[in-house]
């Protein structure tokens, strides 16, 4: 999620663009302005066209972005913090830093947006109607949009996991077994059937019909929709075994400490080879000056080793973030996601004790379910 541009804050929730989204802000554009609207309105000027085209696709945006904002007012409402929303090729993801524990909670965040779209929909028509007769131009660019918000109600009310249908059909199975977990696993399994019954869908209509870009389209929104529902409960296994950990208890405590001013090569030969560690904290007289990783190492060319210095290759301090001993173990993860970072050092009282990486969660969770924990 680092490929987008910061939008600013509207109620407090970061938007962000996804670069993606300049693709099909461009499609919608041009398919408005050189083929929908001249088709359906033969008679208007070439500007007229594109400056509708062009108003039209904004507007649609602005549509999307009401639909993501009222899936976050109602989270905020049920005390399900919304950090960030980011808007891509498909309508917006936001970044809801804790999931409902509640069915009635994740039900109505749910279908705030959908039913916002309807609404939305409904007001455009209403526009529509109103101004048939009086401007040709801006009653079109109304019908486009009161069609095109209910077509995003009814897409996003596919109940495929993690589409705002299948967070409704989870909240249903979760309230009828009682079981969040089972709920998950089933909406998710329903997400990856979608996915794959649009990608058949889009070859059939590609070889049987020769449309090949609607074909295209369809295989393309398959096979993002199985991406994201694997996603989703690849995601929601790690939350839910993470639950109730903290930092000191997944940490790894077993960190070197190495000198800034070493070799990469002498690094390799004395610490790396012979220990096995794949960490080390670098420190100068105590004071913590980095982390080094062999991700570090391996971004340095072999022949470069004897030159380099640990301190040229490390993460420095100021780039770091760093956990307490006693946060959770969730949110160590999701600070993770949320920088775009593989390991975390933890402190406590101001010196940094133990180290926190993905591979180490993995092992952690690994470990327990070998033991049968
Ligand atoms: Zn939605």
């Known amino acids: 999620m680092s490929n987008a541009i910061n939008l600013g804050k509207i109620f407090g929730i970061q938007f962000r663009l996804h670069y993606s989204w300049f693709i099909i802000f461009v499609l919608i554009t041009v398919s408005l302005s050189w083929q929908y609207f001249p088709i359906v309105y033969p008679d208007w000027s070439r500007p007229i066209y594109w400056v509708i085209g ?5 507007l649609f945006f602005a549509s999307v972005v009401a639909h993501e904002l009222a899936h976050s007012l109602v989270a905020r409402i049920n005390d399900i913090p919304v950090k960030s929303i980011t808007l891509f090729i498909f309508g917006g993801i936001a970044r809801i830093t804790r999931e409902a524990t509640r069915a009635g909670a994740e039900l109505k965040m749910a279908a705030a947006g959908p039913a916002c779209s309807l609404v939305i929909g409904g007001l455009f028509f209403l526009l529509h109607i109103l101004i048939r007769n009086a401007n040709e131009s801006i009653s079109a660019m109304a019908f486009w949009l009161a069609y095109i918000n209910v077509m995003l ?5 596919i109940p495929g996991f993690p589409l705002d249908g299948g967070r409704v059909f989870r909240s249903f199975l979760w309230r009828v077994t009682g079981n969040y977990k ?12 979608v996915g794959y019954l649009f990608i058949v869908g889009g070859i059939l209509i590609m070889f049987l019909l020769r449309e090949w870009f609607s074909g295209l389209w369809l295989v393309f929104i398959g096979w993002f929709l199985g991406n994201a529902a694997s996603a989703s409960y690849r995601q929601a296994q790690w939350r839910e075994a993470l639950q109730g ?4 208890q997944v940490m790894n405590r077993d960190c070197p400490v190495i000198p800034p001013d070493i070799t990469v090569n002498w ?10 560690h794949h960490f080390f904290l ?6 913590l000056k980095g982390i080094l990783t062999l991700h570090n190492i391996k971004s340095v060319p072999q022949q470069n080793w004897d030159v380099a210095q640990v301190k040229e290759i490390m993460t420095p301090v100021e780039k770091l973030k760093v956990a307490h001993l006693d946060q959770d173990a969730l949110s ?5 996601d949320e920088n775009d970072i593989n390991q975390m050092p933890v402190a406590s009282e101001g010196r940094v004790i133990g180290l926190i990486s993905r591979d180490s969660l993995i092992r952690f969770l690994r470990t327990r379910s070998e033991l049968g924990m």
């Open 182 to 193: 089972r709920s998950t696993r089933i909406a998710t399994r329903v997400g990856q059937g």
């Open 332 to 336: 160590i993860l999701e600070q993770m």
């Open 282 to 287: 670098v420190a100068d007289e105590g004071e």
């Open 54 to 58: 062009v108003v039209t696709s904004l």
């Open 245 to 248: 950990f903290t930092a000191a």
């Open 267 to 276: 690094l390799v030969q004395g610490y790396v080879l012979t220990s096995g």
């Open 153 to 157: 109600a009814v897409f996003n009310m």
